[in-house]
């Protein structure tokens, strides 16, 4: 009489973790409502409010000290808005732990020379929050069934999984990544013999192998060579179209208006939010950057 309430438990759970997949496919990966922070008593950023879908390649652009860089600590649950609310993947943004959802490439990540360390190595940290108790959560609801099939790999996997030691598959990833990224070849290498773009290359390709659905970038090309930002701009890109949501702050405007779809120009508060091609008709270049700002974008009077 056991097995029919086993397999209504199993099918149940089936159907639970399918509505979890499909909530995951459309809720929004950022909400900000309302959003206000400032470090004194002053607002560095004021009444924000934004969305971002899955799927979506955003730009957020705006002179310096316009507050760009507070937005994204906001949107990644690094800083509490002093009213107002942000989330992540519809959660709270403070309280997010799902790690490996995230792939964040911080703004002078390409001159971190001083890591004694290999891409693989690098690349392997992608691979962190698979491990531990999170992995055995993530498989909680099959290890009965593998332990039955295939008992001592089972528990070789799972001896791994809370050692904090890779698996087949999590090496498997981490080729996988640096192969999307174009630096197999470069596996071996010292983060330290690398130029600024293959610096960053290896930082997106860690957080390719966490399996991310959100890929962050805090002005990712300072001090990458033109050619090098084309190329990185082409990964972006690829990885977008792949199915990956990017929000990217750049104070490249020409590059933004080339690359990205949409685009938010931030000057403390919102001046624009709308398609790339509209950014550079609207007055808004004037009123965040000045009346030089065409120009800077590239867009002729």
Known sequence: MSTPETATTDDSTDETTARDESDRATEPVV????????????????????????????????????????????????????SGSASLFGE?????????????????????????????????????????????????????????????????????????????????????????????AFADRRITELSGGQRQRAFIARALASEADLLVLDEPTVGVDAESVDAFYDLLAALNDAGITVVLIEHDLGAVVERAERVVCLNREIYFDGPSDEFVESDALARAFGTEARFLAGVDE
């Open 31 to 82: 909400a900000l409502d309302g959003a206000t922070f400032g470090y004194t008593a002053t607002p560095v950023v004021e009444d924000v409010s934004l969305t971002v879908d899955p799927g979506e390649y955003v730009a957020i652009v705006g002179p310096n000290g316009s507050g760009k860089s507070t937005l994204m600590q906001l949107v990644l649950g690094l800083l509490e808005p002093d």
């Open 92 to 184: 709270r943004a403070t309280r997010f732990d799902d790690g490996e959802r995230v792939g964040y490439v911080a703004q002078h990540a390409s001159s971190s020379k001083e890591m004694p360390i290999t891409v693989r190595e690098v690349v392997k940290m992608g691979r962190f929050p698979h491990l531990g108790f999170d992995r055995l959560r993530a498989d909680d609801r099959r290890l009965r069934d593998r332990f039955t099939e295939a008992p001592l790999e089972t528990a070789r996997a799972v001896g791994g999984a809370l050692s904090g030691r890779l698996s087949e598959a999590d090496w498997a990833a981490v080729d996988d990544a640096l192969a999307t990224v174009g630096m197999s």
